[in-house]
């Protein structure tokens, strides 16, 4: 297994290969690890195996991962290993995108309860991950690379993330209900899921790093 690069956060962020990818659009599947190849990894989803790339700039959200790269820099070492993070029979979330006939994960989630989940592979779903530049009652705008996302919101829209839980528990206390713009803040690191469509509408905002304040 390739060694990996990894950045910090509650979240760490994987290197292994290069291998350069088309843009396209990103998409998101939960499952269970099938195996792992020197640089692909097979998760079985809905009864499938789906086997990925992994590339130099894959993302690994991992529990330990941070502290183990702090440690392998310490060392003088390229950085962890995927396979010490991730399993077979672990439950992963994987954000990839389709060129070429190649699925090519771009964040790998481990950790996450076991189950095949379900896929959301069709072209009526997908998945951005950036920084949020603005919010207001029905949308969120989200900087992933070099495209601003414009998502609309509504009450149906979850909000997921470190800290919500207590957030949410506090205005519950008040009689009051949150509202997005209470939970999600500008510079917020966020993944959306989405339908797509003219307006793409977020179902999902789960955010994985909340901005300094």
């Not at 699925?103 to 076991?114: C, F, N, P, Q, R």
């Not at 008040?174 to 899921?193: N, Q």
Request: charged share 20%.
């Amino acid at each position: 297994m390739r060694r990996l690069v990894v950045a910090l956060a509650v979240v760490v962020a994987v290197s292994l290969v290069c291998v350069p990818v088309a843009s396209a659009q990103s998409k998101w599947i939960r499952g269970s690890v099938v195996s792992l190849g020197p640089d692909t990894v097979t998760v079985k989803v809905l009864g499938k195996d789906m086997t990925f790339k992994v590339t130099k700039d894959t993302q690994l959200i991992a529990r330990g991962a941070g502290r183990a790269q702090e440690e392998a820099e310490q060392a003088g070492l390229p950085g962890v290993k995927l396979a010490g993070f991730v399993k077979p029979g672990d439950g992963v979330e994987v954000h990839f995108q389709e060129a070429a006939g190649v699925m090519t994960a771009t964040y790998i989630h481990s950790g996450l309860a076991v189950g095949e989940g379900s896929a959301k592979t069709e072209s009526t779903g997908g998945s951005a991950h950036g920084t949020v530049t603005a919010v207001t009652g029905n949308s969120i705008t989200v900087k992933d690379g070099a495209r601003d996302w414009v998502f609309t919101i509504d009450s149906k829209t979850r909000v997921v993330g470190q800290g919500l839980g207590t957030l949410n528990a506090k205005f519950k206390a008040e009689g009051k209900a949150p509202t997005i713009p209470d939970l999600v803040g500008v510079k917020d690191t966020v993944y959306v899921y989405y339908q797509e469509g003219p307006n793409p509408k977020a179902t999902e905002i789960r955010v994985s790093r909340r901005a300094l304040k």
